[in-house]
């Protein structure tokens, strides 16, 4: 199978490329290459690649800098999402994209599901609710919803995200700040590649998947598991939401259900397990 992945050198395209290279024939586009917020340049790569999936890994991630740059987040995680949706209906391929739990405004109790209403709180949530439904111009379209991604970028590139900050600090001795009330599933990016890669193979039926490690926890908990696999005794300061001032509004309760993941054959593995096995990938990182 040819598998075009644009956003191929971000950390979570690179984790998508070392999986689909070995089964398939990949074509990978980064940001030099394929400019997504052009539809005319869109469409000319892809009838290029004449691919049979695409998957998009581009996103304009920075929460609290959409709201000062909107048209930037709106392109980059909307009308992009657009052109390649419509380039993967033109040449009959699947369609992979990727959400976030930040559609969803957070005052929920237990796991979100696929079913549950979303409800954006700011500018970045907004424009990747968008992006979900511009997915759908694609006949076999599967919009993925991972959050609090993980993991190291091929190449040699260092670890990013949130995780990689607490790992960073714990180990240098260091106070981590988390949040005690802001609870996730977090997702390792290769778990999040591999179950990718078993959709597509297995044609499992297109639609809308919560994309996560298996349970939840706050943010205190996720740093005080980092801290018992690193083998060190954390110094953390617990902080709660109310006491920051943050350009735009987090979501409190974001864990997310893989009940219709699992329903599709798809095992995600437990975010303990997840985090067990980036430490021992990061043990002599730190």
Same mark, same amino acid.
């Given at each position: ?14 984790? =998508? ?23 005319? !340049? ?83 949530? !907004? ?38 900050? =607490? ?21 390792? =990016? =290769? ?96």
């Amino acid at each position: 199978m040819r598998v075009a992945v644009v956003g191929a050198r971000g950390q979570l395209g690179t984790a =998508i490329v070392r999986e689909f290279e070995p089964r398939h024939d990949v074509v990978a586009f980064a940001r030099d290459t394929l400019d997504i917020s052009d539809d005319a !340049a869109v469409a000319a790569a892809m009838a290029r690649a004449q691919p049979q999936a695409i998957i998009n890994c581009a996103a304009y991630n920075d929460v609290d800098g959409a709201e000062d740059h909107p048209v930037e987040a709106l392109n980059a995680n909307a009308f992009a999402v657009r052109a390649l949706a419509r380039a993967a209906a033109e040449h009959g391929a699947a369609f992979v994209h990727y959400s976030t739990d930040f559609v969803f405004d957070g005052t929920a109790s237990e796991p979100y599901t696929e079913t549950d209403s979303p409800n954006p709180r700011g500018t970045y949530a !907004a424009s990747k609710l968008l992006g979900e439904w511009f997915a759908a111009d694609a006949p076999r379209a599967y919009v993925l919803r991972v959050e609090s991604l993980f993991g190291r970028a091929a190449g040699g590139a260092p670890a990013k995200g949130s995780v990689a900050s =607490i790992v960073k600090t714990l180990a240098a001795g260091g106070e981590a700040r988390v949040f005690e009330d802001r609870t996730v599933s977090p997702t390792y =990016i =290769i778990d999040a590649a591999t179950a990718t890669r078993q959709l597509i193979e297995k044609a499992s039926a297109p639609g809308l998947y919560h994309c996560v490690n298996d349970g939840h926890c706050t943010w205190l908990e996720l740093a005080r598991e980092l801290a018992r696999q690193m083998g060190i005794e954390p110094r953390l300061a617990p902080v709660r939401m109310a006491e920051l001032t943050l350009r735009a509004p987090r979501p409190l309760y974001c864990a997310l259900s893989i009940a219709k993941l699992a329903a599709a054959g798809i095992v995600m593995p437990t975010w303990q397990d997840a985090v067990a096995r980036f430490i021992d990938v990061e043990r002599n990182k730190y």
